[in-house]
């Protein structure tokens, strides 16, 4: 079918009369009652709000590609190294000195805008006839398109981020001087690139490819056992925790990590069968750990020295500072230190607890089985009305109006000071572990190496490199730890823009 435009309303697509039998390309506007489509022949047609209509331009090359900057400064490219440009009244063509055709623009403002493309557009094969061009808001000039390679699209978030796509699995980067070339991990021909920030772009392509570019690099950590490892915190890069259960017949674990040791085990005195599931420091001399035999265990820079807080499962530990300090686990347990002793609270709740996090001392919320979520003021616990049943495994929040639960099914809830809803995760995988440094930069991870980032729009999939089961996340600024099954730890670092 040709001269196709479908129209989305938020619930769903329905078709529009686009008053041309012409094939349509490319799609672009500034409102509601703005919108070009650009396609064949040089077609483009007009959308007020109301209808589509049909605007003349020359010469009537066929149109790939439309966007502008205002609602007088829009281009279109095509074939035949075809620009026109409407200024608000009439579409003028542009000059360029150049018989190849162009497949897409974009731009950055009205002095910085790119044109990318080959000799032909429809040939996906075809490695070494592409074209770059600029326009400084006066004139359109060619750049290197580094081994002429052939381009199919252009995008990007500023003047120095700024990616172009093609055949053979080629990326560009400009970096604000020079174009760079990337690598993709693909030879697959590249049609289109688009992203939410300069490091969340995805480029997709013939063959069902996607290539994800995250600014991130993930490495493995080699650790000093194969225990399952619940729990990871972390005073700074260079002083990481994490905590588990025994292997070989040995019980349960707490790892050290520092610059000169690596990780390693720390002497505990567990008993036989016990887990350490939680782990939190207010700073690295002083760190505390609780079990599934109701102990505590605290560090205060030379040794762990062992309390018995309660008579059930202890699996999360939190606190606002060193004389406030709360620990949740089985039929509801809740219990607090106030830096002399540790006493029962009464959670209102039977619900196994499996997290607990806060903000500050007025502000602390606890989760667990059949979706429960506690919020603590300062002076009680109170039930908060939870949007899932799901079993929610760990919380964390970058304000009183930003925080994340996650759980069992791909289950994230938000909540934002107000009430608790429910998000597209992009998996139904378990998540067990969330964590981030902001409100556009937040991690989940889970079963078969799930592991998604946030960044104030969506949650996206990382490539984690692994299938293992994880089981938390914790991290200081850009550095993060992920633990799991068989004494797996990862660190994620997030890193300059590089594909």
Aim: glycine share 12%.
């Amino acid at each position: 079918m040709t001269g196709t435009i479908v129209h989305y309303n938020g619930h769903e697509w329905a078709p529009q009369e686009s008053h041309t039998n012409r094939s349509l390309r490319s799609v672009w506007g500034t409102a509601p009652n703005n919108l070009f489509a650009v396609g064949d022949g040089g077609t483009i047609v007009h959308y007020d709000g109301h209808e589509w209509t049909s605007q003349r331009v020359s010469p009537h090359r066929s149109l790939r590609s439309i966007w502008g900057t205002a609602p007088n400064n829009v281009f279109a490219v095509g074939d035949g190294g075809t620009i026109v440009r409407y200024d608000g009244h009439d579409w003028a063509p542009q000059n360029l000195d150049t018989a190849k055709s162009l497949c897409s623009v974009w731009g950055i403002d009205p002095a910085n805008i790119f044109a990318v493309g080959s000799g032909d557009c429809e040939d996906h094969h075809n490695r070494s006839d592409g074209i770059i061009v600029h326009y400084d808001g006066h004139r359109w000039t060619s750049q290197d398109a580094i081994e002429h390679r052939s381009l199919r699209s252009v995008w990007g978030t500023a003047s120095s981020s700024v990616f172009a796509v093609g055949n053979d699995g080629t990326i560009l980067r400009h970096n604000g001087h020079n174009w760079e070339l990337q690598f993709s991990s693909t030879y697959a021909p590249l049609n289109g690139v688009w992203g939410s920030r300069p490091d969340s772009v995805f480029a997709v392509g013939d063959y069902g490819t996607i290539v994800h570019h995250d600014g991130q690099s993930m490495e493995p950590m080699e650790t000093p056992t194969n225990a399952w490892l619940y729990g990871v915190w972390t005073d700074g890069p260079n002083e990481v925790f994490a905590v588990g259960d025994g292997d070989y017949n040995t019980y349960g674990k707490i790892l050290h990590y520092d610059t000169s040791q690596g990780w390693h085990i720390e002497n505990i005195e567990a008993s036989a069968d016990e887990i350490v599931y939680g782990i939190w420091g207010s700073d690295s001399n002083n760190v505390y750990a609780t079990s599934d035999f109701g102990a505590v265990l605290h560090y205060n820079g030379e040794a762990w020295i062992r309390t018995k807080a309660a008579d059930n499962a202890l699996f999360s530990i939190w606190g606002s500072d060193r004389a406030n300090i709360f620990a949740v686990g089985g039929n509801g347990t809740v219990v607090h230190y106030d830096g002399e002793r540790w006493r029962l609270m009464d959670s209102r709740t039977t619900k196994k607890l499996s997290d607990v996090w806060g903000l500050d001392a007025t502000h602390v919320f606890a989760v667990g089985e059949n979706g429960t979520i506690l919020h603590y003021d300062g002076e009680e616990w109170t039930p908060m009305r939870s949007p899932t049943s799901e079993i929610l495994f760990d919380v964390w929040g970058s304000s009183r109006a930003n925080v994340f639960a996650v759980g069992d099914a791909g289950t994230i809830v938000r909540y934002d000071g107000t009430s608790w809803t429910t998000m597209p995760s992009s998996t139904s995988q378990r998540l067990r572990g969330v964590w981030g440094t902001g409100p556009e930069d937040v991690f989940a991870v889970g079963v078969n190496g799930t592991f998604l980032h946030y960044d104030g729009i969506s949650w996206l999939k990382f490539n984690s490199t692994t299938s293992a089961y994880f089981l938390n996340i914790w991290g200081y600024e850009g550095t993060s730890f992920i633990v799991g099954e068989a004494g797996t730890i990862l660190r994620h670092v997030q890193a300059a823009s590089t594909l």
